[in-house]
């Protein structure tokens, strides 16, 4: 209930865990944004980006008491952004079109 109250700041909702991947090796968190109040510039948006997913990977890590130095966390979670405009327009809320995703400490633009 307080995740779909909760407004948007600069853009993104507030980052939630998901689910697990269907190996059961990753825990993903999921980020909603808005693409029309995301930063303009490449460098900008893409910064904002990798800012949210950091913090979503060590917030998850830490309850899970898993490590940076190891990549143990960065391994762990997968963050995935979706548009909120797209999800509105899906059908099926599982097959909205992902955004971007951070894994691996890669951040990956689609």
């Known amino acids: 209930m307080i995740r779909d109250s909760a407004a948007m700041l600069d853009g993104f ?12 090796q990753r825990i993903i968190v999921r ?3 808005s693409e ?4 303009r510039n490449y460098e900008e948006r893409k910064y904002a980006l990798l800012v949210k997913a950091t913090s979503a990977v060590g917030t998850v890590g830490r309850a899970f008491e898993l490590s940076f130095e190891d990549k143990s966390a960065t391994h762990a979670v997968k963050v995935e952004f979706v ?9 099926d809320p599982k097959q909205a079109k992902t955004y971007a995703e951070f894994q691996d400490g890669e951040l990956t633009s689609h």
């Open 13 to 24: 909702g507030i980052p939630f865990v998901k689910d697990l991947s269907n190996d059961h």
């Open 31 to 33: 980020v909603l944004v």
């Open 36 to 39: 029309k109040d995301l930063p």
């Open 83 to 91: 548009s909120i405009q797209e999800l509105v327009k899906a059908t």
